[in-house]
């Protein structure tokens, strides 16, 4: 069973910094696409950041060039570095992993995160 356990949320000033990190397994990390989602009250949820098996990025316009997406295929992990943020980057952040033989998507619980102005 695919599991995925985020951890790194909180609250934080406007221009802060702020590291969420995603613990996967019960499947072959290293293989599989993963990604950073967020939500916000009201709106859909989006996507943020995507790494690919081997390491290719690509981000939301109006987070580049403030947040890093990583993975570590020793660890099974995949991180999301966060700077200079903003007031419009609260949401509840979730982490995903694309099967890559099926396509299903697993998510993690989500952890939030507040960023006050």
């Known amino acids: 069973q695919v599991q995925l356990v985020e951890s790194g949320g909180g609250l934080v000033q406007a221009g802060g910094s702020l590291r969420l990190s995603c613990a996967a397994s019960?499947?072959?990390?290293?293989?599989?696409?993963m990604a950073w989602y967020r939500q916000a009250p009201g709106k859909q949820r989006e996507l943020v950041a995507r790494?690919?098996?081997?390491?290719?990025?690509n981000y939301l316009d109006s987070v580049k060039g403030r947040f890093t997406i990583s993975r570590d295929n020793a660890k099974n992990t995949l991180d999301l570095q966060m700077n200079s943020l903003k007031s419009e980057d609260t949401a509840v952040y979730y982490c995903?992993?694309?099967?890559?033989?099926?396509?299903?998507?697993?998510w993690g619980q989500g952890t939030q995160v507040t960023v006050s102005s």
């Open positions: 019960g499947t072959s990390f290293s293989i599989n696409p």
């Open positions: 995903n992993l694309k099967r890559l033989w099926d396509g299903t998507d697993y």
């Open positions: 790494c690919t098996a081997g390491g290719g990025t």
